[in-house]
């Protein structure tokens, strides 16, 4: 019989429920046959000739194939190759004056033939070139690569400058409508009950902006919380990092040094004790008196710049 198709391969897309892929075209050993899947992702993978089944074998209409052999179906999307892959022997051995026997001499014929459809199968699956090309097909290859890699190059370019395009007139038309608003709230028609006139000049009517022709009652300052010493006698040394102002309850005979640290503090102390005596030693310079004893409240403004320059000034009320 002789091999009229020139099919030695045939593709099917899965539909979820079908199991039977009839093949058009001879097939001389089931061995022959291979079948491919190729999953959502485009990853082919070959499957075992164990999962499928194969009937129609030496046909010249082709067959069929089960697969899976037992359900369930493959899953919709995904493709089922069926490829003839001839075993590329020849295993006729002629004896002279042997029998003579034309179907096997035939189906060596047909293998024949079978071989070189396959080869053609791939054939039309490769890169070619003209046949006057002096460029071979791997160089086509790396040529088609580097114009793919500067096309990506240039569309990544393109989408770069488009965005920051897309940035800057989005900045632009926000600088334009925030000098609109501007502008808009210059203009005493638009915004009258915004603007204070006075003497044809236009000014801010906040409350708590001053105005050319109007008294104001400035109140500034601020208030801070003196640092508790504590009960204090024997030996005091201020430091100024525990803040501006310190306050202590004198208990028993005090001597107050000088600051280790430059700086200025206010230091209160009060007392509690009858008989007390209180000093001051490394003070360079002392202004003002003071006397211990009694129910008194001591004021000391501590000053240090250098070690050598530390000067107290000192007042006096009574305790409250």
């Not at 189906?107 to 070619?128: F, H």
């Not at 460029?135 to 040529?143: K, Y």
Request: with cysteine; glycine share 8%.
């Amino acid at each position: 019989m002789t091999l009229a198709s020139t099919i030695s391969k045939i593709t099917y897309k899965a539909d979820g429920n079908a199991r039977v892929w009839p093949f058009p075209f001879k097939l001389l050993d089931p061995a022959e046959l291979q079948l491919v899947r190729t999953d959502g992702r485009g990853l082919l993978f070959p499957v075992n000739a164990a999962d499928y089944a194969v009937s129609g074998v030496g046909q010249a209409a082709g067959g069929e194939v089960t697969y899976p052999i037992s359900p369930p179906a493959m899953p919709a999307g995904e493709r089922l190759t069926l490829l003839r892959v001839v075993n590329r022997v020849q295993d006729l051995d002629l004896q002279n004056q042997g029998g003579f026997f034309p179907d096997v001499i035939e189906t060596q014929l047909d293998r024949i033939v079978m071989m070189i459809q396959e080869v053609e199968e791939k054939a039309d699956r490769a890169v070619k070139v003209s046949v006057s090309s002096g460029t071979s097909p791997d160089e086509l290859l790396g040529e088609l690569d580097e114009k793919a890699a500067d096309v990506l190059a240039a569309e990544a370019a393109a989408s770069a400058s488009a965005a920051a395009a897309a940035a800057d007139r989005s900045g632009a038309e926000n600088a334009r409508a925030g000098a609109e608003a501007a502008l808009a709230a210059m203009n005493p028609e638009n915004y009258a009950a915004a603007l204070h006139q006075h003497e044809g000049v236009y000014e801010h009517a906040d409350p708590d902006i001053l105005k050319s022709d109007e008294g104001k009652t400035l109140v500034a300052g601020f208030a801070q919380t003196p640092y508790q010493l504590g009960e204090v006698s024997g030996t005091l040394a201020p430091d100024v990092l525990l803040g501006a102002m310190q306050e202590g309850t004198v208990v028993g005979n005090l001597a107050i040094n000088a600051p280790a640290r430059d700086g200025i503090m206010e230091l209160r102390l009060a007392n509690t004790a009858t008989a007390y005596t209180l000093q001051l030693s490394g003070y360079t310079k002392i202004a003002g008196e003071y006397a211990a004893g009694g129910s008194k409240v001591h004021l000391f403004r501590l000053t240090r710049y250098g070690a050598a320059k530390c000067i107290a000034e000192i007042a006096e009320e009574a305790a409250a």
